[in-house]
């Protein structure tokens, strides 16, 4: 037994009372019209089997098939394990179905819900996420901060040729040439030398363990009257984190008003909080102080932690596979030549190495359950009725492997994605890695093209392989984040025709 499941069962002879009420309730309700389901055991439902194991989920549905419920305590959950019912959830009934069901961490992190992915579905909500579209993610913004990009990018590269032959670990180059191309897009016009590396080096340090918070699984999200007590401490953890993070944002943001205020702005290209310092003065109710702080965390962190998986997943496959490593190269080679460097311009015309990433979000979806879903009304889904207020998951491992809609779908065959019309747009209900409807990852623009062209450096400028030229570990680690249980690390072997090339 883990010790979350010991947790919860130490807390039994405080919620008999109350949590008894609500269980006979919930049974009085007409349950013969819910989804069906394991029925766990009274109090906890099916909260003492599950524990942290979210891979749990994916083994029900082979069990429940295409819709299944949970009781987790006080909390309904809804998993959802097929296309059909997934085009539902987000297209036919998107409305009802917009909310989000926010966990304490979550909560505290994004000073109450006040970003994009967290937020409920209203107009601020609505407001803020089409600021980010409109200002971040259009290819205009995109195309003026290519440079910045390519920057950061090759930086990385020399790094890795300086030291030689040397191991490297792939979550740790990844995660550190992501923070610089972010901090740089939303505040790189302020900060110069030093203050950039703290600033860069505080992130590193914090960010992922806000993040591992988020997939712990939390008393307080299940029992909501527990909350208060914060047993496990959660709360209190994200609040410590939180102190070193807001500090960061306080120190950036109030360095911006002062030079706007001063008029010390640049003209022609322009980061991102410069904009929203324009907009602001234009409109001053488009965006709170608040908003505009759990939105340059939401930005970063988001980025960050799911590019930096996604690569790591990436390199992993492909050194497990020598053959999708050689044709991906043999491409690389073909349309860049080894005698040049990957630029953007290239990426469209890298078949093959796109087919390489497709396959990898479709084997390990970064985010495998999305972010969980609250209803707002009482809906059906396939026939069945899912109250109010029920927390709503969509199954990626299990859809995205379902041998209905993949031929030996355990395999890593990039060659399946070839001469197909999949894209990352969320409409193929069997592959949705970045989601689909209203709350789909409003990133991706930027994401695609980051991760094509990081990865495709990478494989251009090098050759790898893993350590002990042995088949890498690939188990994961279920949370929020589906993560490599063991960290890559991947010896470098340049194969460009010159040094130069590396500089």
């Known amino acids: 037994m883990d010790q979350f499941s010991q947790s919860v069962l130490t807390l039994v002879s405080i919620l008999v009372v109350i949590s008894t009420i609500f269980y006979f309730k919930f049974q009085s309700k007409s349950s013969s019209k819910l989804p069906p389901g394991p029925w766990g055991v009274p109090i906890l439902g099916y909260l003492p089997f599950i524990g942290s194991d979210m891979n749990k989920l994916s083994q029900l549905a082979s069990k429940y098939g295409q819709i299944y419920k949970l009781q987790l305590g006080n909390k309904l959950c809804v998993v959802v ?45 609505r407001a803020l996420r089409k600021v980010f579209v409109r200002e971040m993610m259009s290819n205009r913004s995109l ?38 191309v972010i901090t740089k897009l939303l505040w790189g016009g302020l900060l110069r030398g030093a203050d950039e590396e703290v600033i860069g080096n505080k992130f590193r340090e914090i960010l992922p363990k806000v993040i591992d918070v ?49 008029g010390v702005v640049e003209e022609g290209k322009r980061d991102f909080l410069q904009i929203l310092f324009e907009l602001k003065a234009d409109d001053e109710d488009l965006i709170t102080d608040t908003q505009l702080k759990a939105l340059l965390l939401d930005i970063v962190a988001a980025a960050t932690d799911t590019s930096t998986t996604s690569i790591e997943w990436a390199m992993a496959e492909l050194i497990n596979s020598p053959t999708a490593m050689a044709k991906a190269q043999k491409e690389l080679s073909e349309v860049v030549g080894l005698d040049n460097i990957v630029e953007e311009h290239h990426l469209p015309k890298l078949k093959y ?20 879903r609250s209803t707002s009304e009482s809906s059906i889904v396939g026939g069945y009725t899912i109250p109010k207020g029920t927390m709503v998951f969509i199954n990626l491992p299990y859809i995205q492997k379902d041998p209905r809609f993949w031929n030996s779908p355990q395999e890593f065959k990039p060659e399946r994605f070839l001469g197909t019309e999949f894209d990352f747009t ?28 990081f990865l495709a450096s990478l494989l251009h400028s090098f050759d790898w392989k893993s350590p002990n030229d042995q088949k890498l570990d690939m188990s994961e680690a279920f949370g929020i984040m589906l993560r490599k249980s063991v960290p890559l690390a991947a010896i470098p072997i340049p194969r460009l025709s010159g040094s130069n090339l590396y500089t």
């Not at 990385?156 to 995660?175: D, H, W």
């Not at 193929?428 to 991760?451: D, K, W």
Request: hydrophobic residues 40%.
């Open 426 to 453: 969320g409409n193929s209900f069997h592959y949705l890695p970045f989601g689909s409807g209203r709350r789909m990852c409003a990133g991706l623009p930027l994401a695609e093209r980051m991760l094509m062209y």
């Open 214 to 262: 988020f997939g712990k699984p939390n008393i307080s999200d299940y029992y909501p009257f527990l909350a208060r007590f914060d047993i496990q401490g959660i709360k209190r953890e994200t609040e410590r984190y939180m102190v070193h993070l807001d500090k960061i944002v306080i120190e950036v943001v109030e360095s911006y008003k002062k030079k706007f205020s001063r």
């Open 143 to 180: 195309e003026q901060t290519y440079s910045l990009r390519k920057n950061e990018v090759r930086k990385s590269i020399r790094q890795i040729y300086e030291n030689g032959k040397t191991a490297v670990e792939i979550s740790m180059l990844a995660f550190q040439t992501e923070i610089n």
């Open 81 to 125: 394990n097929s296309p059909a019912l997934v085009k539902e959830v987000v297209r036919d009934h998107d409305i009802v179905f917009a909310n989000r069901s926010v966990p304490v961490a979550a909560f505290v992190a994004t000073y109450g819900a006040k970003d994009i992915v967290w937020s409920a579905n209203n107009p601020e909500w």
């Open 353 to 372: 190495l796109d087919a390489v990433f497709k396959e990898t979000l479709r084997l390990h979806p970064v985010v495998p359950f999305l972010m969980p």
